[in-house]
C-alpha cells in the first residue's frame, strides 16, 4: 500500500487494483465499464489514477471485511 498520511488522499495506479485484486488489465477496464469496479480520476498530464480511499471504500462494501465476496 502507498505510504501516505492521509490514505484519502493518496492515488494509485492501475497496477496497485491490478495487484491487489489479481485483475488483468482487460478485466480491470471491463468491470470499470460495466459499473462494477470504480472509475479513475483523470489528473494532470493524462494520468488515470485511483484515488485510495474509493477503492477501499469499494473494497469494504463489495468483498466484505474479510476480503471475501459475500454473497
Known amino acids: 500500500m502507498p ?3 492521509q490514505p484519502e488522499r493518496a492515488y494509485v495506479p492501475a497496477s496497485y487494483p491490478m495487484a491487489r485484486y489479481a485483475l488483468g488489465r482487460t478485466t480491470l477496464w471491463r468491470r470499470i465499464k460495466n459499473g462494477t469496479f470504480p472509475p ?3 489528473l494532470p498530464g493524462g494520468q488515470r489514477r485511483w484515488l485510495l480511499a474509493e477503492l477501499l471504500e469499494w473494497e ?3 468483498l466484505g471485511p474479510a476480503g471475501e465476496a459475500q454473497s
Request: aromatic content about 12%; proline content about 11%; glycine content about 0%.
Open 60 to 62: 469494504r462494501k463489495t
Open 3 to 5: 505510504q501516505s498520511k
Open 40 to 42: 479513475p480520476r483523470f
